[in-house]
C-alpha cells in the first residue's frame, strides 16, 4: 500500500492525514461511533477496504473507511473524535480520499448519509459532491438516507 501523507494546520491544530493499514484500534475507533455492518475479521481482511486517519502527535483523532471497486469508492464511515470536531478535520479527509481517487483513475465516489445528519451532508456538499435525489433508500431502523 503506498503511504500518503497531507500536513495540515488550521486553528492552530496540527495534525497529519495518511493511509494506515487496518487494525484493531480503526475498528474499535469507529465502532464506538456506529454500529459496524461487518465484523473485525471481515474489516482485516477486505483488500477493497481502505483507511484514512487524521493524528495529532501520534493520536487517533479521526478515522474514515472507504471501499474501491471496479474504479469505484464508496466512503462508508467516517468518525471524528468530538473533542477534534469543527476544525475541518472531516473535510481535510474528504479531500485526501477525492486526491486519491483523482490520481487512481477512479470514476464515482458515492457515499450514503442519514438525511438527519446536517454535519455530514454539509460537509460532502462543501467539497462538491452533488446529492442524488433519484437513489433514495432507508437505513434497516427506516431512516431515509
Do not use: W
Request: net charge positive; proline share 1%.
Amino acid at each position: 500500500m503506498k503511504t500518503f501523507n497531507q500536513f495540515v494546520n488550521e486553528s492552530n491544530t496540527n495534525f497529519v492525514i495518511s493511509f494506515e493499514n487496518k487494525s484493531i484500534e480503526h475498528y474499535n475507533f469507529l465502532n464506538k461511533f456506529f454500529t459496524m455492518t461487518f465484523d473485525l475479521q471481515q474489516f482485516l481482511n477486505n483488500d477493497k477496504i481502505y483507511i484514512v486517519v487524521a493524528k495529532e502527535n501520534n493520536k487517533l483523532i479521526g478515522v474514515s473507511l472507504f471501499r474501491m471497486d471496479n474504479n469505484k469508492i464508496h466512503m462508508n464511515y467516517t468518525v471524528i473524535d468530538p473533542i477534534y470536531r469543527n476544525k475541518g478535520i472531516n473535510k481535510k479527509i474528504k479531500q485526501f480520499i477525492i486526491n486519491f481517487a483523482k490520481n487512481n483513475n477512479v470514476i464515482l465516489i458515492t457515499a450514503n448519509v442519514r438525511k438527519s445528519n446536517d454535519y455530514s451532508i454539509k460537509s460532502f456538499l462543501s467539497c462538491g459532491f452533488l446529492i442524488n435525489d433519484k437513489a433514495i433508500s432507508k437505513y434497516p431502523d427506516g431512516e431515509e438516507k
